[in-house]
Nanobody, 122 residues
Framework: QVQLVESGGGLVQPGGSLRLSCAAS????????MSWYRQAPGKQRELVADITSLHIRTYADSVKGRFTVSRDNAKNTVYLEMNSLKPDDTAVYYCKADARLSKSLLRFDEVWGQGTLVTVSS
C-alpha cells in the first residue's frame, strides 16, 4: 500500500511562514514529478507548485517569489516552504506524486495525500 502523508499545516498570521512536508511510503520503484495542490472553500483544486526528479520547478503565478518547493529523492519527500502568507492562501493543501508502483511495468500512476489545512488569519 502506497501512501503520501502531509504534515505542517496550521494557523498562521498574515505575513507568517509555514513549511509543509509530504512523505511517500510503501512499494515505490521511483517517483517522477511531485506536486502541491490546494483547494480553498468553494473553489476548484489548483496546482501550486511542482518539482521533477531533476529538481526542475514550476510555480503558480500567485505564489511565485513567496513559496519554494524542494524534495529529497532519497527520502521520497517533497516540501513546500511558504512565506509572506496571505489570507488568500487559506486552503487544504494536497501533495501528489507520479509514482512507479510496479517493478515490472514502466508506468507512473498518480498518488494523492489526504491533505493538510493551512489557515492564514489574524
Amino acid at each position: 500500500q502506497v501512501q503520501l502523508v502531509e504534515s505542517g499545516g496550521g494557523l498562521v498570521q498574515p505575513g507568517g511562514s509555514l513549511r509543509l512536508s509530504c512523505a511517500a511510503s510503501g512499494s515505490i520503484y521511483g517517483i517522477n514529478t511531485m506536486s502541491w495542490y490546494r483547494q480553498a472553500p468553494g473553489k476548484q483544486r489548483e496546482l501550486v507548485a511542482d518539482i521533477t526528479s531533476l529538481h526542475i520547478r514550476t510555480y503558480a503565478d500567485s505564489v511565485k517569489g513567496r513559496f519554494t518547493v524542494s524534495r529529497d529523492n532519497a527520502k521520497n519527500t517533497v516540501y513546500l516552504e511558504m512565506n509572506s502568507l496571505k489570507p488568500d492562501d487559506t486552503a487544504v493543501y494536497y501533495c501528489k506524486a507520479d509514482a512507479r508502483l510496479s517493478k515490472s511495468l514502466l508506468r507512473f500512476d498518480e498518488v494523492w495525500g489526504q491533505g493538510t489545512l493551512v489557515t492564514v488569519s489574524s
